[in-house]
């Protein structure tokens, strides 16, 4: 700077500061003279010009990182500590860990670009499959369990048809793209609202959706596998929006509806008009539409005729499907795509009832039922889809034995010839049969009846029905009380085990008819309306005191629904679903529950009852070993078990129901010299019998009911009557069929014995017994081989409460006026009260589906 350009010095202490800057700038010398004693620190004078420079100082000295007045000292920033700046220098406090909003913006836009940055580096890499090789089918081929093929079925057989938008309804794309994606053709493939609303839907827990686009759905569909994983998802997501970017809206529309799986094996609109409506899809009305729409959302719980698992019953799907249709037809107009006045017109014609289902050809005999079942256990055990399995090309290895298979058929259509005679007697028309055969060792599912045909009857009855097991459930009770015990009436209703008095099979509970039931401590059970309730047996016979032994060996019911008051329904629910029956066949926890109110599948009894031949040791029945795809594995079979009940309780539960075969009302079960333990059960008015037992090789449940399938409001019907017989138990005709199939079925095999029982439990008294110095009366036993004692059969209680009461919530099978009868008990009679305070509910209604569902066909079993 030149010299004429300097500013003169400025008066007046201007030097002091300039000195005083000076000096703040040079660095401390080390060492610094200290005061005078008694000498005050020299410093800067408030309102002189050196306290000015001092504070200048002060101010320079906190921007260079130095500790000013009233700051934390910190250290100097430099390089990206400057840029960063934190911890915030010149901060107090919690100031100085707040950041600044330079840096969270900072943070932001650094955050947006990488995301940005690697979405776009994302869509150039992905690239859009070939539709045609991923949609390419095949054929799937089942084999026997010994390796030999069974059927080729699925796959090529697939009812599929490719048909372009201007031959699909107008009024079918409105109504799809009102109830699936309203925006469609305005978003980009995706739709990151909806994502963001069925995230907070899910979150609020409310209905779990998708969020898809019909874009997400046509490529997930046509260019990818169904497998729920995040890598798909985002892979599905990068797709979605390069087709949605470089396909035409129409082209998409129309390759989502030709490649959407409406149910029935129907893949296409085409295949769906013609499988729901036997029509050209250009021919469906804009009612019709609406109906195909809602199947989208899940055909099977939208068929009015029933799909998979105890869920899906007619009934239920009737009404999903009547809602979805009129919700549909609702929101066509909401989104402008139908008038108001056509809407109503459809509205008031009412729901577009479809045709039934027409099975495939290859679905012959069990052939259909088998396949059926395999197919829905791999759905529900594997992370093959049901689409995937469809589109074929895997081979599929069963546990089904055809030689037993064919004798169970055989013994089946044995009875049926030589006793059902519709044409001479119109009580035996619509009599049904149902069954299934497991291993113990194994759990293996060797053989099931389904029905007559599956082509002609579409409901598996090896699986979920609805129908009632009766005293068949009495084993669970009794091996609750061996395991638990009975409780001590002077405490509370929650009792330790170690508080209880285990119980034998040898204890003495009063078994006369019209017993007064009451609560574990003795008091007198009333229902809400405080009246009592009194439990019949069979034929009204007073038994007297008995052992819980002899009761169960002719079916007495009074004792068995007293000791599961004793011992706490709770206990008696948990050691049925140790045994392996499905929480959600229960019924709900009345006190009749003890006697069968609930309606377990055939595979799940005869599991359970296998879980006592193996000596309580419980494996879950299954139907698929291995599955292989183009020779690669793609699902294995791995077995689990667990200890369910104490060895020596299950050998007890087994011991006595040798009882119930040897001289009880089962001896039609008995196979020679070969050792049998099992149950028969009838219930409410005759509606259903059974069957279920077992030796160490093999476990068999055979049922028998009636229903029209063809009526319009489902019910089970009264077999009185049915094949010349006053009534049908448990120890008639299923108990035929259980000896027919088990002698070919263990043909060949070794006799094998069950482990011996030992002592277990106390003689207790219950029910109003007490201990008395007179022998108590016991039914002598039948030698083997005599004729089986009369059956026991549960008759309608004659107590004050009426048995047409209103249902407890939560009862899921408590339907009022559904099917017939006041709640299955005994071999053959209603129970006791519902909702643990109220009439006993009727039976669920029964489900008629095209396939098994639960465990082995489905979610639930």
């Known amino acids: 700077m030149s010299e004429h350009r300097r500013k003169p010095p400025r008066p007046h202490g201007g030097g002091s500061r300039a000195a005083a800057r000076r000096a703040a700038q040079q660095p401390p010398s080390g060492r610094r003279a200290a005061p005078r004693s008694g000498s005050p620190v020299p410093g800067p004078r408030r309102g002189t010009d050196g306290g000015q420079g001092g504070r200048a100082a002060a101010r320079r000295a906190a921007r260079r990182g130095g500790g000013g007045r009233g700051r934390p000292p910190g250290p100097a920033r430099t390089g990206l500590g400057r840029f960063i700046d934190y911890p915030r220098a010149g901060k107090a406090g919690i100031w100085r860990w707040l950041p600044s909003w330079k840096l969270v913006a900072g943070l932001c836009g650094t955050f947006a670009g990488l995301v940005l940055g690697t979405v776009g580096v994302a869509l150039a890499v992905v690239q859009v499959p070939s539709a045609q090789l991923a949609s390419k089918v095949q054929k799937n081929v089942y084999y026997w ?399 007297g005191l008995i052992s819980l032994r002899t009761a169960m060996q002719f079916s007495v019911n009074t004792p068995y629904i007293q000791l599961g008051m004793d011992v706490g329904t709770d206990l008696v629910r948990e050691a049925a679903l140790k045994a392996g029956l499905d929480k959600e066949q229960l019924a709900s926890l009345t006190p009749t529950f003890s006697l069968g109110t609930s309606a377990p599948s055939a595979i799940r009894l005869a599991g359970a009852y296998a879980t006592f031949a193996d000596s309580g040791r419980q494996i879950d029945p299954y139907s698929v070993e291995k599955v292989e795809k183009n020779g690669k594995p793609a699902f294995q079979h791995e077995q689990q078990s667990r200890q369910a009940f104490p060895a020596n309780v299950a050998n007890n539960v087994t011991d006595v129901l040798r009882t119930v075969v040897q001289a009880g009302t089962g001896t039609a079960a008995q196979l020679g010299s070969r050792p049998v333990a099992g149950k028969t059960g009838t219930t409410d008015g005759n509606r259903s019998a059974w069957f279920a037992g077992y030796t160490p090789q093999l476990s068999t449940a055979i049922g028998m009911f009636r229903v029209d399938p063809n009526a319009r409001n489902q019910e089970f019907l009264s077999m009185r009557g049915v094949g010349g017989k006053p009534t049908i138990h448990g120890a008639s005709f299923p108990a035929e069929i259980w000896a027919a199939y088990m002698s070919e079925a263990l043909r060949g095999q070794p006799v094998e014995e069950f482990d011996a029982p030992q002592p277990i439990g106390e003689k207790v008294y219950g029910g109003g017994a007490s201990p008395s110095p007179s022998p108590v009366p016991t039914v002598p036993a039948a030698p083997s081989g005599s004729p089986s004692a009369s059956p026991s059969s549960t008759a309608s209680p004659t107590a004050s409460p009426s048995p047409s009461k209103g249902c407890a919530p939560p009862d899921r099978h408590c339907t009022p006026g559904a099917i017939g009868g006041n709640g299955a008990t005994d071999d053959g009679g209603p129970g006791g009260p519902a909702g643990g305070d109220q009439g006993e509910p009727p039976p669920p209604p029964p489900t008629r589906r095209t396939g098994g569902g639960g465990l082995f066909g489905g979610p639930a079993g």
């Open 145 to 543: 369990a010994d390796g030999k093929q069974m059927v080729v079925a699925g796959g090529g057989s697939l009812n599929r048809q490719i048909v372009p938008i201007a031959q699909i309804p107008k009024s079918m794309q409105n109504a799809v793209i009102s109830a699936e994606n309203a925006s469609f053709y305005k978003d980009w493939g995706v739709d990151p609202m909806g994502i963001l609303r069925a995230v907070v839907k899910m979150a609020e827990g409310g209905e779990t959706q998708s969020g898809s686009t019909i874009t997400q759905q046509f490529v997930k569909n046509t260019y990818l596998s169904q497998e729920q994983t995040l890598k798909r998802k985002a892979t599905e997501l990068l797709i979605s929006v390069k087709v949605g970017a470089t396909q035409n809206k129409d082209d998409i529309l129309a390759g989502y509806l030709n490649t959407a799986y409406y149910g029935r094996g129907a893949y296409g609109i085409q295949a769906a008009a013609r499988a729901y409506y036997d029509k050209d899809c250009a021919d469906l009305t804009a009612s019709e539409s609406a109906y195909l729409a809602a199947t989208l959302n899940g055909p099977n719980l939208y068929d009015p005729y029933g799909g998979q698992g105890p869920a899906a019953t007619p009934e239920k799907n009737l009404k999903r499907a009547s809602d979805r249709w009129k919700w549909t037809l609702d929101r066509e107009v909401q989104t402008g795509h139908m008038p108001a006045a056509e809407h109503n017109q459809w509205v008031a014609k009412g729901f577009p009832t479809p045709q039934k289902p027409r099975p495939a050809t290859n679905r012959a005999g069990q052939i259909g039922y088998l396949t059926d079942l395999a197919d829905n256990y791999i759905v529900a055990h594997s992370k093959i889809s049901k689409g995937e399995l469809d589109k074929g090309g895997y081979q599929i290895y069963t546990t089904f034995d055809r030689d037993r298979v064919a004798s169970l058929s055989k013994s089946v259509e044995a009875v049926r010839k030589a006793n059902i005679k519709p044409q001479t007697r119109s009580v035996d028309q619509f009599v049904q049969f149902g069954g299934a055969s497991v291993e113990p060792k194994s759990g293996k599912i060797v053989a099931i009846y389904g029905g007559e045909n599956a082509l002609t009857h579409y409901t598996d009855n090896a699986d979920y029905t609805g129908v009632q097991v009766g005293s068949t459930f009495k084993p669970f009770v009794l091996a609750a009380a061996m395991e638990h015990g009975k409780r001590n009436p002077a405490l509370g209703p929650q009792q330790s085990d170690d508080q209880r008095t285990r119980v034998s099979p040898e204890s003495v509970y009063n078994g006369d008819n019209m017993l007064t039931l009451r609560t574990y401590s003795g008091a007198v059970w009333h229902d809400r309306d405080g009246s009592e309730w009194h439990q019949k047996n069979d034929g009204g016979e007073d038994r």
